[in-house]
């Protein structure tokens, strides 16, 4: 089992920027692939950024590509989504997910609570 931890949601204005952390534990050796994806309120869960453990090769969604960089710590057992030039589109529930094979949601094995990163006009 692996568990995720997620920290740094809040409340910032359009522009701002936010990093968001996401803290794993347990059996991490298994994971290969860290993401993060967003529910934006009253649409489905999307995908935003994901990272290879081992490689660092990093994959981004086009709607954040250029504002939204991913990185991570192996040695703490960290991935980062650092946010910036932010918009009110980018308000939603932001979950980190672990998984080995993909970074398709269904691929996923392991997912955090969520944390709330809401932006003001």
């Known amino acids: 089992q692996v568990q995720l931890v997620e920290s740094g949601g809040g409340l910032v204005q359009a522009g701002g920027s936010l990093r968001l952390s996401c803290a794993a534990s347990?059996?991490?050796?298994?994971?290969?692939?860290m993401t993060w994806f967003r529910q934006a309120p009253g649409k489905e869960r999307e995908f935003a950024a994901g990272?290879?453990?081992?490689?660092?090769?990093?994959y981004y969604a086009d709607s954040v590509k250029g504002r939204f960089t991913i990185t991570r710590d192996n040695a703490k057992n960290m991935v980062f989504l650092q946010m910036n030039s932010l918009k009110p589109e980018d308000t939603a529930v932001y979950y980190c997910?672990?998984?080995?094979?993909?970074?398709?949601?269904?691929?996923?094995?392991?997912w955090g609570i969520g944390t709330l990163v809401t932006v003001s006009s």
């Open positions: 990272i290879r453990w081992r490689s660092g090769i990093t």
């Open positions: 997910a672990a998984g080995s094979v993909t970074y398709a949601e269904y691929d996923m094995d392991y």
């Open positions: 347990g059996r991490t050796s298994s994971i290969t692939r």
